[in-house]
């Protein structure tokens, strides 16, 4: 699987947006971008996942760049609760779902300040 | 969604002995999969379980040291063999719903402390 690259850490305010990059320089063309976050003490949730175009959906949007070599979760206005670690995850599958499991990178640890 | 349910959600053994952790979905699943989360780490997958046939281990892990059963679509075990302090991690058990699904459901994780 190609290699993702995230800050180790970031740190916004509550209601405020929140923009967490990606690097994936050397994506292939059918690997889909994934996120996924794990709050403290609870297995990992799916958050978003896109190819090409930008996505968005409940609870939070996609910006893909047009080299897909970069991305960036964007949460629009951060609550306490979306203080966890973002995973950014490249699958090989063409149907993006991980069939053969998920390779999770450090990722990003969020810290959300009242 | 899936919900799963993981069983014990924690435990602490003794090294030398095994613990057999269980996952039980509420719905028919295509794939199942087994992870570890050592402490303070990411997730490392360990084995794909495959319903009435062996697992498919990643490397670096081999069945005497995992066993995984998968008897039925909703159901899988992984057994953590002759344990030792490393084994100390949370163990997690996903899934997905089809196998062309995007979306990967995760138990709550077994937290297990080996002594």
């Known amino acids: 699987d190609a290699k993702t690259t995230q800050p180790n850490s970031m740190e916004s305010n509550e209601e405020e947006p929140v923009h967490l990059p990606c690097n994936h320089s050397t994506i292939s063309g059918t690997d889909y971008i994934h996120w996924y976050r794990q709050l403290p003490s609870q297995g990992p949730e799916y958050v978003i996942h896109?190819?090409?175009s930008n996505v968005n959906n409940r609870m939070a949007s996609l910006a893909i760049a047009e080299d897909r070599k970069s991305s960036t979760l964007i949460l629009h206005r951060a609550t306490l609760r979306d203080a966890a670690v973002y995973y950014c995850?490249?699958?090989?599958?063409?149907?993006?779902?991980?069939?053969?499991?998920?390779?999770f990178g450090k990722g990003t640890h969020l810290i959300i300040q009242p | 969604s899936a919900v799963i349910s993981q069983k014990p959600s924690r435990d602490i053994c003794q090294r030398g002995t095994s613990l057999t952790i269980q996952c039980q979905v509420d719905?028919?699943?295509?794939?199942m999969f087994w992870y570890r989360q050592q402490p303070g780490q990411s997730l490392t997958l360990i084995a794909t379980a495959n319903q009435g046939s062996e697992a498919t281990y990643e490397s670096g892990f081999v069945i005497d040291k995992f066993p995984i059963s998968r008897p039925n679509l909703t159901f899988s075990t992984l057994t953590v063999s002759n344990m030792s302090p490393e084994d100390s991690s949370i163990y997690l058990c996903?899934?997905?719903?089809?196998?062309?699904?995007?979306?990967?459901?995760f138990g709550q994780g077994t937290r297990l402390t080996v002594v």
């Open positions: 896109g190819l090409t």
């Open positions: 996903s899934v997905l719903r089809g196998r062309w699904d995007t979306e990967a459901f």
């Open positions: 995850i490249l699958s090989l599958s063409l149907a993006g779902g991980g069939a053969d499991g998920l390779t």
């Open positions: 719905s028919q699943v295509t794939m």
